[in-house]
């Protein structure tokens, strides 16, 4: 069974018993919800209707839902099934069947839709836990018992294992979960399912989401007891093509071929290389993905994660498999062919796509090469003078001078078998902070220069009309001038009547630029704009002449 049908069979399995098919929510969750900054879960999307807060447009709902998750960023490759991208399968009950409902339905699919013999079926429940006050899962062993489910392969787990929830306060529920057994080949003979173990492969979750838990360990019952169940297509796939791991599936291996045509290497003879081209084809599936839902690279919150994706893939590429500069681009363009058919915002945001990914890829290349070069003489010399690691001190003018990531220092040097301190970069990073918050007070337009600015904004009574999004170059009048306020700084405030200057804020640097007398006799350099609201004041620094009130000028 290839991927899409897969994800055939299961929704009109679910179609066929009165389920909606809902379509896949966008990566980035809706507004209403700021607990996460991905859709981490099918049901993600549909919370207001687990939570009563919204009426869903019917009771039953089935989705494929595009999935991103952060927890396992760093060891993706060097497992057979984690991924941070994937899709989701899922079923839902808003109140409608409960846990004998959801059983009876993965069972049938299970056996009948993907032919999973029933011998090889494990079942795991939730054992109960003391904080949440709740025993074990009766309810749940009941209902696997009455599909003729022994005893002996229904096995409970703790908390850890069988709980799921969204980021309290958030709704939450016991969850019961399918394994196959692959045999005694991946392991023995007292291995169990929910154990850390590659014999049992988990497939399917059921949830049973009747909780609310706000805040944390203090549970409320929703208005209904409703299902949420969980399958990774990726996963099912391996199981139903006969891979080892999700790499070697139909979604995945095309991606590891590019991988080899692009390097001259073979998948399958070493570490190093397996993991450089599994990260590939994880990563390029993400950014193409993300990119396409509207994240774009940052040093913050998902433009953040995504840079990370980002450069994780470059790195590997550049420096394991040794590619040519422009690869994300090629991989990006196999996923698209691999998955537009079903999801057609991939071919839709192409350009976009491939414009982030070259000015990232061009802008890392840059930073690589300087920090790894300097990473590796301090490397070299830990090694000479028998160092356990590099110091906080290195990994942080790594970081501060050449933009090198800590995270890569990291990986980097543990490759090496050496280390380097977490706690100790923090806190030079924390230094770095308060710094860089005094420093922010100091210099430029601190308070008492934009206390000077607004007073002299009150005291004009006008409103500096902005057209930097129109134009660099004005021709206006001087509406006002503070000569005395400003002065130990050496600089004289202006308000323009019009300006084409754009103010510091949010981080932000102002435009720099001169104001020149129509007249030819006064020039003055543009040294900060301060915003006062959708106002601002120059701050000038006179060179030529004196600026005065009525004046035409030239703002450039
Ligand atoms: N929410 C559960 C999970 O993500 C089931 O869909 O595993």
Not at 154 to 164: F, L
Not at 191 to 201: S, V
Not at 517 to 539: E, H, K, M, T
Request: proline letters at 5%; hydrophobic letters at 35%.
């Amino acid at each position: 069974m290839t991927s899409d049908e897969i994800r055939r069979t299961y929704i009109s399995f679910f179609e066929e018993r009165g389920h909606k098919r809902v379509p896949s929510a966008s990566l980035i969750p809706s507004g209403h919800d700021p607990s996460a900054l991905f859709t981490i879960a099918g049901m993600h999307p549909l919370k207001p209707y687990f939570l009563g807060t919204e009426r869903p447009p019917q009771l039953r709902l089935t989705s494929c839902q595009k999935t991103f998750r952060t927890a396992d960023i760093d060891i993706i490759g060097t497992t057979t099934g984690h991924l941070t991208f994937f899709e989701m399968l899922g079923n839902f009950s808003l109140g409608d069947y409960f846990k004998q409902g959801a059983a009876q339905y993965a069972w049938e699919l299970s056996t009948e839709g993907f032919g999973f013999n029933p011998d090889d079926i494990w079942i795991t429940v939730f054992g109960g836990d003391e904080e949440l006050g709740l025993g074990p899962d009766e309810e749940a062993i009941e209902a696997w018992l009455q599909i003729g489910v022994p005893r002996e392969r229904i096995v409970e787990c703790p908390r850890s294992e069988n709980w799921w929830e969204l980021p309290p306060p958030g709704p939450c529920g016991p969850c019961s979960e399918l394994y196959l057994d692959r045999g005694l080949r991946f392991g023995d003979e007292d291995d169990l399912p929910g154990g850390d173990n590659e014999r049992f492969l988990e497939y399917w979750n059921l949830v049973f989401m009747q909780f609310n838990q706000d805040p944390v360990n203090t549970l409320a019952p929703l208005p209904a007891k409703n299902i949420d169940t969980g399958l990774g297509l990726n996963r099912l796939a391996a199981i139903l093509q006969g891979k080892d791991t999700v790499f070697e599936t139909d979604q995945f291996a095309p991606l590891i071929s590019l991988g080899e045509d692009l390097s001259g290497r073979s998948y399958g003879l070493d570490f190093a290389t397996d993991r450089a081209l599994r990260v590939l084809a994880d990563h390029s599936r993400a950014m193409t993905f993300l990119i396409a839902d509207g994240v774009v690279p940052s040093n913050e919150d998902r433009g953040y994660v995504l840079r990370r994706v980002m450069r994780r893939a470059i790195l590997q590429g550049r420096q394991t498999l040794g590619l040519d500069p422009g690869f994300l681009g090629q991989f990006s363009d196999r996923v698209t062919e691999l998955m537009a058919g079903e999801y057609p915002e991939l071919a839709e945001q192409r350009d976009a796509i491939h414009m982030w990914l070259a000015s990232e890829e061009e802008n890392f290349g840059r930073t690589l090469d300087q920090g790894l070069k300097r990473l590796e003489e301090l490397i070299a010399r830990a090694k000479e003078q028998g160092e356990e690691g590099i110091s906080a001190e290195d990994a942080f003018l790594l970081h501060d001078t050449y933009g090198f990531p800590f995270d890569l220092t990291r990986e980097l040097v543990a490759e090496q078998d050496l280390g380097v301190s977490d706690e100790g970069f923090e806190l030079l990073m924390e230094g770095q902070r308060t710094r860089a918050r005094s420093a922010a007070r100091g210099a430029g337009v601190g308070a008492a220069a934009r206390e000077h600015a607004a007073a002299l904004a009150g005291e004009a009574g006008f409103q500096t009309e902005f057209l930097g999004y129109q134009t660099t170059d004005v021709e206006t009048t001087i509406g006002a001038v503070d000569s005395e306020r400003e002065h130990a700084s050496g600089r004289v405030l202006v308000k323009l009547v019009e300006s084409p200057f754009y103010a510091t804020g949010g981080g932000q640097v102002a435009d720099s630029g001169y104001v020149e007398c129509a007249s030819g006799d006064c020039v003055a350099r543009v040294d900060d704009v301060v915003r006062l609201g959708d106002d601002q004041v120059l701050a000038v620094i006179p060179e030529r002449g004196e600026i005065e009130v009525g004046e035409r000028v030239h703002a450039i």
